[in-house]
């Protein structure tokens, strides 16, 4: 996967259990065997008088489409739009949209279009947010380059606001490869980390000045989450710039990870993942800003998570009524829909794109009858989450926050996680990490989290179709142990080769070390010798599909697509006294393909007497 479709799956995708115990998850795969994002039973519906329901926001429409349906999308709930197809990406000259650049506020037609999709919003009460993406990457020490940008954002806030618009979004996910401190851009010749951190917030926090320059009432959205990266960097100085100047439409943080998910507990624990990260990156005004004027809004799917022009909903109707039902309720402003390539469908045209045995008007209905859960612990639950304090809600939810890797690359993310997995003191140990990383300081997490990259290596082997295949084929080292044994590979003859990492990763990238690197399958050999019987909990992510043999028996099968997280699944073993042989197995689809592994105790803490080992080859 690119790294913005990565963020993005690893937001959306089910926390379950397969034969290992699951600390954190990724991925699409069927609901079967995953209680943990299975609906709650036993919830009750209705209206609640007690808050305001959020406004829903549909994402998202161009000026024709609202021109034509901004009635009939009221009439199904939605009553507010990411307005599209205007201003596509920050690069871009807003008045040659048009195809005639010379045309400049009232003469230019893309304006006109805009401002009566405005007009008609206006009169029903429904409203619009010129949305922009990040679609190109910045230069973020070129400040010729960088007064072009500043020309650009000040004329989009020119048109949003004379167009009529209640304000702006920004989507800024399509550039996410540069919020990575490694990214190949960064060379680093004459800058360090906190540098490159204080360039980021520098440019950001003038692109926000420009924008409330020209559109000081704006409302401000932004998505999506960025953990804690350089994109979370972005986000930050948007909100202290909005602080700044008490700006009364308030920073509206919208939110991916809830696309998918029925489960109201995770929905919940989401917006307290989100609070918890700004209240920690924020300077105290900022802070204070945060909790009066800002808000979470809550994205869902109704029919994703798939992106062809046909479409297989991943949520029932029901598990789709819980969801929507959660996000009203976290979401003190707004909540949203995503519609990519199934925005007719959403709006009652096209029914047969729905390629699942579902009736989609049942969605329909969920979405026009904004119900809420009533359920007297959830709703009092609700409101605390709305006033966004500072609380730990462990208890109520069920779970902790923590801080992990998303590897291969090691991006920092804030997940959430059973209790039973961390103690006190090491969730403290995640958070110190994770935030030097953030603030620019150099982290070896190979070091910190004991994870095992030096390895026995032999791939690729072939893995084809969606079905992962070659996850469910037996090839040779399956069979058998043969360090020097040579196979039919996918193009041509394979061998063991011996990877020694000695850098700060602490995954493994397997796109640096095998060609091709898509639709194949490798596998991994290390040695762990323990100095007596030990009870261990083996931490393991893959990225896609990834098996574990410990001392030749299967331990672990996880036959998915999904995200090499640090610690996404949490496998208990007895470790023999002596020296055991792991073998995992990684089959990837497209793009990234890696994995991270490491042996804790169960509380995650490295075993220092435990010592790893790769057998000599031939």
């Not at 919208?254 to 029925?262: K, Q, V």
Request: with cysteine; aromatic share 12%; proline share 5%.
């Amino acid at each position: 996967m690119t790294w913005a479709i990565q963020m993005r799956v690893c937001l959306i995708v089910a926390l379950a259990s397969l034969a290992a115990v699951r600390a954190a998850d990724s991925g699409p795969r069927p609901k079967e065997g995953f209680p943990s994002q299975q609906a709650e039973p036993g919830l009750t519906f209705g209206k609640q008088d007690e808050f305001g329901v959020a406004k829903t926001i549909l994402f998202s429409a161009g000026p024709d489409h609202i021109i034509a349906d901004a009635r009939e999308w009221s009439r199904r709930g939605v009553r507010a739009f990411f307005l599209n197809y205007v201003a596509r990406d920050w690069s871009s000259d807003i008045w040659a949209r048009d195809r005639k650049p010379w045309t400049i506020g009232e003469s230019d037609e893309t304006f006109q279009k805009a401002k009566q999709a405005n007009e008609i919003c206006r009169r029903i009460g429904s409203e619009t947010f010129l949305k922009i993406a990040f679609d190109h990457p910045f230069e973020w020490f070129n400040d010729v380059a960088w007064q072009q940008a500043y020309h650009n954002f000040k004329q989009f806030a020119l048109f949003a606001r004379q167009a009529g618009c209640t304000g702006i979004a920004l989507d800024i996910e399509y550039v996410g490869e540069q919020y990575a401190f490694d990214w190949q851009g960064y060379d680093y010749d004459g800058y360090t980390r906190k540098d490159l951190v204080r360039k980021v917030r520098e440019r950001m926090t003038r692109v926000m000045q420009v924008l409330y320059d020209e559109f000081p009432n704006m409302v401000f959205l932004t998505f999506p989450e960025e953990g804690l990266s350089l994109g979370s960097h972005i986000h930050a100085a948007w909100i202290e710039e909005a602080a700044r100047r008490n700006a009364p439409g308030g920073v509206h943080y919208c939110t991916e990870y809830t696309y998918i998910r029925p489960n109201i507990r995770y929905m919940f624990g989401h917006a307290w993942a989100c609070n918890e990260l700004f209240h920690r990156i924020l300077s105290e005004r900022a802070r204070k800003y945060w909790v009066e004027r800002c808000s979470i809004a809550a994205g869902v799917w109704p029919f994703g998570a798939d992106h062809s022009s046909s479409h297989a909903p991943q949520m029932s109707c029901e598990e789709f009524r819980h969801a929507f039902a959660a996000s009203l309720m976290m979401s003190r402003r707004y909540n949203w829909l995503y519609s990519h390539n199934s925005r007719e469908v959403l709006i009652g045209r096209k029914l047969d794109q729905v390629k699942a045995p579902v009736d989609p008007r049942g969605y329909h209905r969920v979405m026009a009858e904004r119900d809420v859960v009533t359920t007297p612990k959830y709703v009092a639950l609700a409101r605390e989450l709305r006033a966004m304090k500072l609380k730990d809600y462990a208890k109520d939810v069920g779970l902790i926050l923590l801080p992990r890797l998303l590897g291969p690359r090691d991006v920092p993310v804030v997940q959430l996680a059973p209790t039973a997995h961390y103690s006190a003191s090491e969730q403290r140990a995640f958070w110190d990490t994770v935030l030097a990383y953030f603030h620019g300081e150099e982290v070896n997490f190979q070091r910190r989290f004991g994870t095992q990259t030096h390895w026995m290596l032999i791939g690729p082997f072939a893995n084809k179709g969606a079905t992962f295949t070659g996850h469910h084929a037996v090839y040779p080292p399956e069979r058998s142990i043969d360090l020097g044994g040579e196979y039919d590979g996918v193009d041509g003859k394979v061998r063991w080769i011996a990877h020694r990492q000695d850098g700060p990763r602490a995954s493994v990238d397997l796109t640096q070390l095998f060609k091709p690197t898509e639709y194949v399958c490798a596998y991994a050999l290390c040695h762990v010798t323990s100095p007596r019987r030990m009870d261990v909990r083996i931490r393991l992510g893959t990225n896609d599909a990834g098996k574990m043999w410990l001392g030749g028996k299967l331990v672990f099968d996880y036959p998915y697509e999904g995200s090499a997280f640090l610690d996404r699944d949490v496998i208990p073993v007895t470790l023999p006294k002596g020296t055991t042989p792991i073998l995992l197995k990684i089959s990837n689809g497209a793009l990234n393909w890696g994995f991270v592994f490491r042996i804790t105790d169960a509380e995650g803490r490295a075993i220092e007497s435990l010592r790893f080992s790769v057998p000599a080859g031939p």
